[in-house]
């Protein structure tokens, strides 16, 4: 099992910036993928971005440009900073992670104001 604890997300003005951090622990291993996704209420999840172990990113299209992933493997930890927000950013962001099974973060929400 892995257990993911996310941290970072609030309320900020459009144009202004996040972090969001993803903690894992448990059996981390083996973990390959991690990243954020996003789901409004009633809505089909959506990928934000994802990264690798070996550092391989991939984004949303609208997103690019705008947030930026990363992974500290030694701190089991990946990173979602986030600039230039809009107001169709707010919603929930979820921590996921991969190994041989998909694993969820509890959410963690975020807000801009226009």
């Known amino acids: 099992q892995v257990q993911l604890v996310e941290s970072g997300g609030g309320l900020v003005q459009a144009g202004g910036s996040l972090r969001l951090s993803c903690a894992a622990s448990?059996?981390?291993?083996?973990?390959?993928?991690m990243g954020w996704y996003r789901q409004d209420p009633g809505k089909q999840r959506e990928l934000v971005a994802v990264?690798?172990?070996?550092?391989?990113?991939d984004y949303a299209d609208s997103v690019k440009g705008r947030f930026t992933i990363s992974r500290d493997n030694t701190k089991n930890t990946v990173y979602l900073q986030m600039n230039s927000l809009k107001p169709e950013d707010t919603t929930v962001y979820r921590c996921?992670?991969?190994?041989?099974?998909?694993?969820w973060g509890q959410g963690t929400q975020v807000t801009v104001s226009s």
């Open positions: 996921t992670a991969v190994d041989h099974f998909r694993y």
């Open positions: 990264i690798s172990s070996g550092g391989t990113t």
């Open positions: 448990g059996r981390i291993f083996s973990i390959n993928e």
